[in-house]
């Protein structure tokens, strides 16, 4: 199986979107800085804290959620070269060869600990923080069928 393709900004940047908000310390973290902004304005609410405890859980759950959507993801796509080229990627059934403008690289199928599938792409994981995107621009239905049958007997699904 073959597939051609380059990235498109917008879409990368909601991959990684995605990509941040699977991690499990992120959601961690948003789940316990949502709970400190309710509880403090519930409190606030009922004259039992004064202001500034309120006003600090709205600006921490401001600044986390403007870094995980907008900066976090702006930084990787700007910081990595890799999005502004274009590959053509081979999936066979002993490795995944990846083909650049300047250089190949193969991937045994055993490299990859895992894979989820988010709407534009197909993430495909070496390990936690190290992932390849596999834009699914320009793939027909049937292809991306195949692909996800080739992936889940390959890759432990996420």
């Known amino acids: 199986m073959q597939h051609s393709f380059s990235y498109n900004k917008k879409q ?6 995605y990509h941040f908000i699977t991690r499990p310390e992120i959601r961690a973290l948003i789940i316990i800085i949502n709970v ?28 986390i959620m403007a870094a995980f959507w907008y900066v976090l993801p ?7 070269l890799t999005f502004k080229e274009s590959f053509i990627i081979y999936f066979n059934d002993s490795d995944v060869r990846l ?4 250089s190949y690289v193969d991937w045994n199928w055993k490299q990859f600990t895992n894979f989820f599938e988010s709407p534009n792409f197909f993430h495909l994981y070496f390990s936690t923080k190290s992932f390849f995107l596999v834009p699914k621009d320009n793939m027909s239905d049937e292809y991306r069928h195949e692909l996800r049958g080739l992936l889940n007997s390959k890759i432990k699904k996420k």
């Open 36 to 63: 400190f902004a309710i509880g403090s304005a519930i409190l606030y609410g009922i004259k039992k804290i004064r202001p500034e405890p309120f006003l600090l859980g709205s600006c921490l759950w401001l600044l």
């Open 12 to 17: 990368v940047i909601q991959g990684l979107r």
């Open 99 to 102: 083909e650049g403008s300047h």
């Open 74 to 80: 702006n930084a990787v796509y700007n910081r990595h």
